[in-house]
């Protein structure tokens, strides 16, 4: 066990001794409310980075893409169901096909299943829209921190904002 306890700690939002811009992928996964089911192969995949550098910018185009699908199925339907099926042996899957570990292929196993579904630009757009997305307050709390950031202006480092003012419960 002590081989995966770096990557366990990090993505439970604890010490991340990773590159700048991989433990930024970690810290915005981990906000998200990472589903356990998926910790297999974030682990696999944060111990291919400690013991391979160039696997480093493929590592954070497949956690970029691991975290749209995270947070589009937790907007469009139930975040967990079906994940421990893709993701507990993903990475030896794909290890066993004999196909390069990249986000391609990892998306491509995703939809390949037929335990998830992915949701398309349109569901997630009409889910935006109608869902009580401040239900969730995790899911809400990183929506509104992507999206303030994304603004490019001044963002608040206090971790104890509260989102009433900003996101009303009700679509207007």
């Known amino acids: 066990l002590q081989y995966f306890q770096d990557p366990y700690i990090a993505l ?3 010490e991340n001794f990773y ?3 991989i433990a930024e992928s970690i810290e915005r996964i981990y906000k998200i409310g990472i589903p356990r089911s998926t910790l297999p192969f974030f682990m696999q995949l944060l111990k291919r980075v400690e013991e391979d550098s160039n696997f480093i ?3 954070l185009k497949i956690l970029s893409r691991l975290e749209s699908f995270l947070v589009r199925r937790a907007i469009c339907g139930d975040a967990n169901a079906g994940l ?12 066993k096909e004999g196909v390069d570990i ?3 292929n990892v998306m491509s196993f995703i939809k390949q299943t037929k335990e998830v579904a992915i949701p398309g630009d349109k569901e997630f757009e009409k889910q935006m829209t109608e869902k009580a997305i401040y239900k969730n307050k995790e899911l809400c709390r990183f929506i509104l921190e992507e999206f303030d950031q994304s ?3 001044e963002f ?5 904002i509260t989102i009433e003012h900003i996101l009303p419960q009700k679509p207007g």
Do not use: S, T, V, Y
């Not at 421990?84 to 290890?95: C, G, N, S, T």
């Open 12 to 14: 439970n939002g604890g």
């Open 19 to 21: 590159p700048n811009k």
């Open 57 to 59: 910018n493929e590592a």
């Open 84 to 95: 421990h099926a893709i993701f507990k042996r993903m990475w030896q899957d794909l290890e």
């Open 102 to 104: 990249n986000a391609n």
């Open 151 to 153: 603004l490019e202006g």
């Open 156 to 160: 608040p480092q206090d971790k104890d």
